[in-house]
């Protein structure tokens, strides 16, 4: 069992949530991704996986884990606020779709990853949260400007 990242696996299923019930919810035309660049899509789900993957499972490469008792609290608590954060924009964006929550829905996750790869040492989970932020918040950004209002 100690490969698996409880609390990491923890993050990744929180995250999933609100996404699934907008999968859901808002079918067809809606979820069509508008970002024509193969590259950043590519990297996008590459860093998506990656970073999901990483942060659920202990792989044991260029991982270290929390340098102290007080690294993990500050990571516990800063990801209980951007989460907290993340479902909030999520009821927001429900509710009415903006580009501000849309755009606040592609950097908060990506935080939480890269925050978790620092504060835990590990550089595979860091450089796969580079890939998705760069990648998400391009296609957020291309999707979110053809279909939603400031």
């Not at 007080?70 to 989460?83: G, P, Q």
């Not at 909030?88 to 908060?108: D, E, P, S």
Request: aromatic letters at 14%.
């Amino acid at each position: 069992m100690n490969w698996i990242n409880v609390p990491g696996m923890s993050v990744v299923v929180l995250m999933l949530l609100p996404n699934i019930i907008y999968a859901f919810i808002c079918k067809g035309d809606e979820n069509q991704n508008r970002c024509h660049s193969f590259l950043m899509n590519l990297v996008e789900q590459i860093g998506r996986y990656g970073s999901m993957f990483l942060m659920a499972f202990n792989i044991g490469v260029l991982e270290s884990g929390f340098s102290s008792k007080a690294a993990f609290l500050s990571w516990l608590f800063t990801i209980a606020l951007l989460m907290l954060g993340y479902w909030v924009c999520w009821v927001l964006y429900f509710k009415k779709r903006r580009r501000g929550y849309a755009l606040a829905l592609a950097i908060l996750p990506s935080l939480m990853f890269l925050l978790s790869g620092i504060l835990q040492r590990h550089w595979l989970l860091s450089l796969s949260a580079v890939l998705f932020s760069a990648g998400h918040i391009h296609v957020t950004v291309c999707n979110a400007w053809d279909d939603a209002k400031s």
